[in-house]
């Protein structure tokens, strides 16, 4: 594929205007909450590459995807963009985790052993094959309060009593970096409660493993709610690309 950036058609000046209507609420919000810019993920997902490569002239350098299918081709057509950032934000079957180190610098969503050991592998076998840097691992946090009292993980991430052992796991894993810790806000939640939750178990993580800072939460909706809980990662797709278009 040719990998001249689309500039100027109408389809980059709307993602323009909308990256800047983000850009300023992450810096009100920040300002709001005496606390330093957190990095913007925008998310990708459903839509197509020309947008990722039309957000990378725009001068996003992070992008999220949950999906390998998808993200590994969009990578794929965009290997010429140096320094893009991949971030792997979804749930992930074991058996993707060869793909997935494949473009991935980071994966928010791990959530349980297995997962940590099909990692690990896959890393050091893509290391030995081509290289690559270890991998950013950011565990996901099920905040959903009927989860946690049903004692049930299940989609949606690691309960957080699950999480010291997941973190021991990661830490002593080769090819693996622990970050830290991602969430959703539950639905139909109060973001701002769960985000605080969020926080408190960032911090009991961190007396562990001071390498684990980083928290990775708030979406299009609640990005403000993240940012006052301490997100050092937002990941946000409508706000910044509109809805997102069926994918056949
Ligand atoms: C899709 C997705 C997002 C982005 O959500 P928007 O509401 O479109 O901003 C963030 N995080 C995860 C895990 C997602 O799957």
């Known amino acids: 594929m040719e990998h001249g950036l689309p500039t100027g058609d109408a389809r980059t000046l709307e993602l323009a205007e909308r990256l800047e209507r983000v850009r300023e609420r992450i810096a009100a919000a920040s300002a ?3 606390r330093g810019l957190p990095e913007l993920i925008v998310v990708t997902k459903f839509h197509p590459a020309a947008d990722v490569a039309r957000l990378y002239g725009l001068g996003v350098r992070q992008v999220g995807e949950n999906r390998d299918q998808e993200a590994s081709a969009k990578a794929a057509e965009l290997t010429a963009l140096e320094g893009l950032s991949w971030h792997f934000i979804g749930q992930l079957q074991s058996n993707k985790a060869k793909s997935v180190v494949r473009y991935a610098t ?3 969503s791990v959530d349980r052993g297995p997962l940590v050991a099909a990692l690990s ?3 050091l076998a893509e290391q030995e094959a081509r290289g690559r840097a270890d991998l950013e691992v950011l565990l ?3 905040l959903d309060p009927e989860a946690i009292a049903a004692g049930a993980g299940g989609r949606g991430g690691a ?5 010291p052992a ?6 002593v894993a080769p090819g693996l970096r622990l970050r830290g810790l991602m969430a959703v806000a539950p639905l139909g939640a109060d973001a701002a409660e769960a ?11 961190r007396r562990e493993h001071p390498e684990a800072g980083l928290l990775s939460a708030g979406m299009s909706h609640d990005l403000e709610d993240a940012i006052a809980c301490g997100a050092t990662h937002l990941r946000i797709g409508t706000d910044v690309l509109g809805p997102r278009p069926p994918m056949g």
């Open 159 to 163: 309960l957080p009593d699950e999480l």
């Open 166 to 171: 997941l973190a021991g796991q990661v830490a």
């Open 32 to 34: 709001a909450a005496g």
């Open 195 to 205: 985000f605080e939750r969020l926080h408190r178990i960032s911090e009991l993580l």
């Open 121 to 123: 592998k896959a890393v």
């Open 106 to 108: 980071a994966v928010h």
């Open 140 to 142: 996901q946090v099920n």
